[in-house]
């Protein structure tokens, strides 16, 4: 794809502290992609996630999303542009019921009419939040409250979706109802930037990715060529 990338990081740097836990790093997500960041664990692609989402300060670096630099804006500030984000651990609210927990990700919905229109998608892609809507979501079934997280993520109808180990324990059957769901998402015009240990689930989706080790992106390619590339596959993505 040609053109003004969606999303683009600009040798950024990051951490917690004085820790610095990623350095130098840069990639893009073209309008329309599913770009996936993996890695073992602790080598920052939750530290990218949410310094780009401004929940952590980059100490170096630039990251533009729209063609807008959005290196200084709060996250309040970064998600009204249209950037929604389903962290690791899902994160739903356990005392309010799944509707409820809609509600709250619609903050940027401007009225009832979108709200409902969007509601609509979000059971359309998930009828079990349709089935579930008034029961509590710590009631819920894991598989249920990624669902959920997902959907908070999305009713605003954001641009760009951001998702840290949406299959992380998970049932493999829910798993690749959360893969093809992922896929229809995509396909209905949000761009994905997916972090994920499940490096065949998420490569067999992708049209580009990117490897981090030691806080650094290593190598980069298509999805598919990174799937059937054996050195990688060995060292860095953990499956034989």
């Not at 493999?172 to 093809?180: A, Q």
Request: charged fraction near 20%.
């Amino acid at each position: 794809m040609s053109g003004e990338p969606l999303l683009k990081l600009e040798r950024i740097t990051s951490g917690y502290g004085r820790k610095t836990v990623i350095r130098d790093v840069g990639f893009h997500v073209q309008q329309g992609q599913i770009v996936t960041l993996l890695g073992a664990n602790g080598v920052g692609k939750t530290t990218t996630l949410k310094t780009i989402t401004g929940l952590l300060n980059a100490t170096a670096g630039r990251t533009t999303y729209g063609g807008r630099d959005i290196t200084p804006l709060k996250p309040y500030e970064i998600a009204a542009l249209g950037m929604g984000y389903c962290p690791e651990g899902r994160r739903v609210f356990g005392n309010l019921t799944a509707h409820e927990n809609l509600m709250v990700g619609a903050y940027r919905t401007r009225s009832q009419k979108d709200f409902n229109a969007n509601l609509k998608w979000i059971h359309q892609l998930f009828p079990r939040l349709n089935e579930r809507r008034s029961q509590l979501s710590d009631t819920m079934s894991g598989g249920e409250q990624q669902m959920l997280a997902i959907g908070r993520a999305l009713i605003s109808r954001p641009q760009l979706l951001l998702l840290d180990e949406p299959s992380l324990g998970l049932a493999p059957l829910v798993v690749e109802h959360i893969v093809k769901t992922l896929v229809a998402i995509n396909r209905a015009g949000v761009s994905i930037l997916l972090v994920e240990q499940n490096a065949q689930m998420a490569l067999r989706i992708s049209h580009h990715a990117y490897v981090m080790d030691n806080g650094r992106i290593v190598r980069e390619g298509a999805g598919m060529d990174l799937l059937q590339d054996r050195e990688i596959a060995d060292i860095y993505l953990g499956f034989q």
